[in-house]
């Protein structure tokens, strides 16, 4: 099956600090990728839709110059959460479309802990 | 805008039984899937089953079927024969059955116990 990594699973930033989360989809090519954010016992709330080769499509309330997204191939999309606060500590999880067959697929998720 | 709704925060069920998980949705699409994900301790989003909206058949995938309602726009999720680890976060997804609608929308989730 089609396989979505994401990488850092943990990371621990200090507060100030950027700190870059990586969504790369292994065996397909992947046009849109979606990174969405949970906070404990809730649900995904979509941050963003990222396309390739074009600016990423935030959703309402989302800070687009703090969490900035790039989607610079058909395999890789990246967010940079800038100037983390504590506030920002949260669970990441991406999800990529797979072209054929309009599949999508989802990362393991990065636990990020802002100190 | 599309809406899913999942009304039971928590359930339970004792092992080996049969619990049914509940989800209805909005929309003034006619063209659309529904998914239910497991989500375990380990945040890994896992597919179980996969609904498209112009089959009139229920999904089926081994322990695991769907109740679709269209008319009544409900999605309903039957874990047979329940196994300890059937226990997770569940959660009901709607999307757009329109190529470039390919976002997912998503319930509350609803946290299933499995008591042995």
């Known amino acids: 099956g089609a396989v979505v990594s994401q990488h850092p699973s943990w990371v621990i930033c200090k507060s100030g600090t950027s700190v870059k989360i990586e969504c790369r989809s292994l065996d397909f090519q992947a046009t849109t990728m979606f990174w969405y954010r949970q906070f404990p016992k809730q649900s995904l709330m979509l941050m963003a839709t990222s396309n390739e080769g074009s600016k990423a499509t935030y959703e309402q309330g989302v800070e687009k110059d703090k969490f900035l997204i790039n989607h610079a191939s058909l395999t890789l999309s990246t967010l940079t959460v800038t100037s983390a606060h504590p506030e920002d500590s949260s669970f990441y999880i991406c999800s990529a479309r797979k072209q054929v067959g309009n599949t999508i697929y989802f990362g393991e998720g990065s636990w990020l802990t802002v100190v | 805008a599309q809406t899913v709704t999942q009304s039971q925060p928590e359930m339970s069920v004792q092992e080996a039984e049969t619990v049914t998980l509940s989800c209805t949705y909005d929309?003034?699409?006619?063209?659309?899937?529904l998914f239910w994900y497991k989500q375990p301790p380990s945040r890994q989003m896992i597919l179980v089953i996969r609904q498209e909206a112009y089959k009139q058949q229920n999904a089926t995938e081994n322990r695991f079927s769907v109740n679709f309602q269209k008319a009544a726009k409900s999605f309903s999720l039957k874990i047979s024969d329940s196994q300890l680890g059937d226990a997770a976060m569940y959660f009901c997804a709607y999307r757009s059955g329109e190529t470039s609608g390919s976002r997912l929308t998503f319930g509350e989730g609803t946290q299933l116990t499995v008591n042995p």
């Open positions: 929309t003034s699409e006619s063209d659309y899937y």
